[in-house]
Structure formats: C-alpha cells, structure tokens
C-alpha cells in the first residue's frame, strides 16, 4: 500500500471533518474557507489518486485553471 | 496500437486515456457551470436557500463524502497493486471500492427518501430543483461507475484485463469523486 495515497486519504478526512465543523459558523468569511478546503480536497484526489501529477502538464495545467475559475466565480458571487 | 508506459508525461495519455481525459473536463465544466448558476440564485434567494440548505441531513452527506474518499483511495490502491501484476490484491481492492459504491447510494437513496416522504421535491423551490438534479445526475454516474467496477473485476479475475482498461476505470470512479467534491461543500455547507 503506498504511503503517500495514505497520508492523502488521512489528509482528505480530516479537511472534510474541518470543512463541516466550520459550516456550522455563519460567519460571511467561512463560505470562503469551506470553498478553499473544497478545493485543496479537489487536488488532492486529482493528483494523487488520479495520478494526475504524472500526466502532461497541459492536463495539469488544465485542472488547475477549471479550479480556478470554479473558485473565482462563486467567491465574486458570494461578495 | 497499445501504450507501455502509461507514466510518460504523454499529452495523449492523461490518467485513463484521451477519450477518458476529454469527458472528465466535459463533465466537470458542466457541473461547475450548474454549481456557479445555483450560487447565483442562492445570492437572490438567500434565505430560501439558507431555509433548504438547513433541511438536508448533513451528517449524511459527510458520510457519503468520507465514503467516496475512502473508495477513491482503495481504487487507486488497486491500480497499484495491478501495476505491480498483483492481481488478487488488486481486485480484492476493486472489491472494496464497489462496497464503498453501494454504501454511497445506500446512505444517498435514504436520503432521497427522506425528502421525499417530507414533501421535498423537484419542484419545492429553486434550491431542491438543483439538489435533485445535480445529485441524481450523480447518483447516476456512482451506478454506472459500479457496472464498469464491475465489468473490469470479472476481467481481473479471468486475467483479461489490462492497465489501460483498468486505469480508464479508475479515472472515472475518481471523476464521481470529483464532481461529489463540488457538489457536497455548495449544497450542504455554503448557504
């Protein structure tokens, strides 16, 4: 069993613990952090599960930017 | 014509191939189209968003998160095993991660249940007509996921499958972990 698929699964749990924890403040600000958690649990599964990390970069580069802008675009609209 | 390496840095083989790798984008462009416009309408309807966003089962939904990060983790330990041409490890893994499947649409079909028994329906408001279509649309793709788990089982076991076969599977189990990743933190925790 690879180590580092592992510590990633580890990883994810606990930010989807602290993802749910947090939303529970209804402060305007935890919309960005639940979003920021989102998106490094994103990463996490495309490029060490996925193994994206071993693909071309125009891929990498690929998700990279769909994040991005998925991220972009709903914290304009949560301002 | 087969590849060898599928660790090459090779612009034609992302994780499970071309085709695989232009329907993952196709995919989660349009479920991150339809989160960006449910967001929109959250910020026009803000409390009716809030009200609905209170009534779905939270702990549900993290449990079915935790349970395609767990599946996602034993398929991606399978295609290692399968790599290193240990073949009984390898589907003993796959076979975990069709548990992982079933337990998802376990847990997600008592929450459809739930909803419906309350009333809450496609057509309650503008938030539910999103939960149930972005989240069938989901549950969809986790069935079709199992069939294909499934499918490459059945050819892991008779020796008949390959890396490629195997690593096109994977990435589409991941896919609907992806998008379930998008989905879960915009549905339940953001309003």
């Not at chain 1, 939303?23 to 996925?50: E, P, W």
């Not at chain 2, 149930?132 to 499958?161: C, D, M, N, P, Q």
Request: proline fraction near 1%; aromatic fraction near 18%; include cysteine.
């Amino acid at each position: 069993m690879k180590k580092d698929n592992v510590m990633t699964w580890l990883f994810l749990m606990v930010l989807t613990i602290i993802s749910v924890l947090f939303s529970t403040n209804r402060a305007h600000s935890i919309g960005y952090v639940i979003l920021g958690l989102a998106a490094i649990k994103f990463i996490g599964v495309a490029f060490q599960f996925m193994e994206f990390k071993k693909a071309h970069t125009i891929w990498k580069t690929s998700i990279y930017i769909f994040l991005f802008l998925f991220v972009f675009v709903i914290v304009i609209l949560l301002k | 014509m087969t590849s060898t390496n599928t660790n090459s840095p090779n612009f034609y083989y992302p994780p499970g191939g071309i085709l695989m790798g232009i329907i993952i984008f196709l995919e989660l462009f349009t479920y991150g189209v339809s989160l960006i416009v449910m967001v929109y309408y959250g910020q026009e309807e803000a409390k009716v968003f809030h009200e609905s966003r209170l009534r779905l089962n939270i702990t549900i939904g993290t449990i079915n998160t935790m349970l395609l990060i767990t599946s996602g983790f034993f398929m991606a330990t399978g295609v290692a095993y399968f790599k290193n041409k240990n073949f009984s490890k390898a589907a003993f893994f796959i076979k975990l991660t069709i548990l992982g499947g079933f337990l998802f649409l376990g847990f997600k079909s008592f929450e459809f249940y739930e909803k419906i028994e309350a009333g809450l329906t496609l057509g309650t408001n503008t938030f539910f007509t999103f939960y149930w279509l972005l989240t069938v649309f989901h549950y969809i793709h986790v069935v079709v996921g199992i069939i294909i788990l499934f499918s490459i089982l059945r050819g892991v076991a008779k020796g008949e499958s390959n890396i490629e076969d195997i690593e096109a599977s994977a990435a589409f189990w991941h896919m609907c972990d992806l998008i379930w990743l998008l989905l879960f933190p915009i549905l339940y925790l953001l309003f």
